[in-house]
């Protein structure tokens, strides 16, 4: 499972990376554990201070910002097999409660969603699909959307498992 979160993290952060080539509408700064914290990721079974890093650990994993630095997004990224409206009603809870405004991007192996917790909250759980919005052309999107299934049917022998 590591193995794919870090692979789905790696496809948000290249797809991100493209909603800034191609619309021109924000700038995109990792920011999440992973990126911010990577000396204390290889020690975090090993640290006593379970708290702290905890909360680090809960971070969105990425910025969004406007070009003219004049608004932010914070979004945080899950994978999911399926799109399920109750658990992702719970996924935008929790994030919502430590960061009231931020994101969800969430990948699918049927699509990628991408809402504002609020809104996600509002909705029981519903969220907008990523294809067809003005983030990114639908093509940029099938192609990712296609990686991560291909690496969704990788061999396990290859020492990733999607459990």
């Not at 969105?60 to 945080?76: A, E, W």
């Not at 990948?107 to 969603?113: G, I, Q």
Request: proline content about 4%; aromatic content about 12%; glycine content about 4%.
């Amino acid at each position: 499972m590591d193995g794919l979160i870090l692979c789905v993290k790696e496809i948000d952060c290249k797809l991100w990376h493209n909603v800034k080539v191609y619309t021109k509408e924000c700038l995109v700064f990792p920011y999440g554990y992973e990126n911010i914290t990577p000396f204390l990721a290889q020690y975090q079974h090993d640290l006593t201070v379970k708290e702290d890093l905890a909360a680090i650990r809960n971070t969105p994993d990425f910025i969004l910002m406007k070009p003219d630095h004049t608004q932010i997004c914070l979004v945080d990224v899950k994978y999911r097999k399926n799109i399920d409206s109750k658990g992702v009603y719970e996924i935008a809870r929790s994030i919502a409660k430590r960061f009231p405004t931020a994101w969800l991007f969430l990948a699918t192996l049927e699509a990628f969603y991408f809402d504002s917790c609020h809104k996600i909250i509002s909705k029981n759980g519903q969220m907008r699909l990523l294809k067809g919005s003005s983030w990114i052309p639908d093509q940029v999107y099938e192609d990712y959307l296609a990686l991560l299934r291909e690496f969704e049917t990788m061999p396990q022998n290859m020492g990733i498992t999607s459990s």
